[in-house]
């Protein structure tokens, strides 16, 4: 009983099954007992598990704070990005249904142009083989309207061989000519840099053409106009 006394062990009954309650005298003696220093010890450990438990509790408060504004910010430059992504995505339909007439444009001149050349190839292999009719008002617009839309020099040549056997020419219209009404449409209209060019050809648009006695077409010019 002594030597648990020394050691600061709790005293036990005969019975190890059963634990005692020990009572007030057992716990005045184990405290004489003690070392005098035990008590500073067990309320220096107390203190050093409380302090690493307040330091713990603040990091984890700190961890918890950055980590909410880190997944702010992730969360504020997600939204950003997702209305970045949905305006530029709406600028994209806006522009696709502002060309959208354009294209049609575009590709209805293509497949007009490409039937233009092939008519082109066509009359002039009928007028070789000596099947081309007789010219008519009609027929004679449409080759002037395959001039118009005859790009290709192949083309070009081609339909002008055409009408030149049938003696339809082209106007020898060029800029710097002096205006002739009876050759020449006004279509555009651009200030004159210097005097001398006041009533000249600026730029031609569209072929004129002519047979040896008639015009059939005038050209379609820009003329030099005075500026004030």
């Known amino acids: 009983m002594a030597l648990e006394l020394t050691l600061g062990a709790r005293p036990r009954t005969a019975d190890t099954s059963v634990l005692a309650v020990p009572s007030w005298s057992e716990v005045t003696a184990w405290a004489d007992a003690a070392p005098p220093w035990l008590p500073w010890a067990v309320a220096g450990f107390f203190a050093l598990v409380t302090l690493v438990a307040l330091v713990g509790r603040r990091r984890a408060r700190r961890h918890d704070r950055y980590t909410t504004a880190r997944f702010k910010q992730a969360w504020s430059a997600l ?4 209305k970045k992504l949905e305006d530029e995505r709406a600028w994209a339909q806006e522009q696709a249904r502002a060309v959208e ?3 049609q444009v575009g590709q209805a001149l ?12 066509a009359a002039e292999r009928a007028f070789a083989a000596g099947e081309w009719p007789h010219l008519d008002d009609a027929a004679v617009e449409e080759l002037l309207a395959l001039a118009d839309l005859v790009t290709t020099d192949e083309a070009a040549l081609q339909l002008r061989r055409v009408l030149s056997a049938v003696g339809i020419r082209e106007l020898p219209v060029q800029a710097g000519d ?6 020449h449409v006004v279509c555009h209209a651009r200030p004159a840099p210097t005097p001398e060019y006041l009533g000249t050809v600026a730029t031609v648009h569209a072929s004129g053409w002519a047979t040896t006695t ?3 077409r005038p050209a379609d010019v820009e003329l030099y106009v005075d500026p004030r």
């Open 110 to 121: 293509a497949v007009e142009r490409a039937l233009a050349a092939e008519r082109a190839h």
């Open 178 to 183: 002096p205006f002739d009404p009876d050759l």
């Open 101 to 103: 007439p354009a294209l």
């Open 79 to 82: 939204k950003d990005t997702e």
């Open 214 to 216: 008639d015009v059939l």
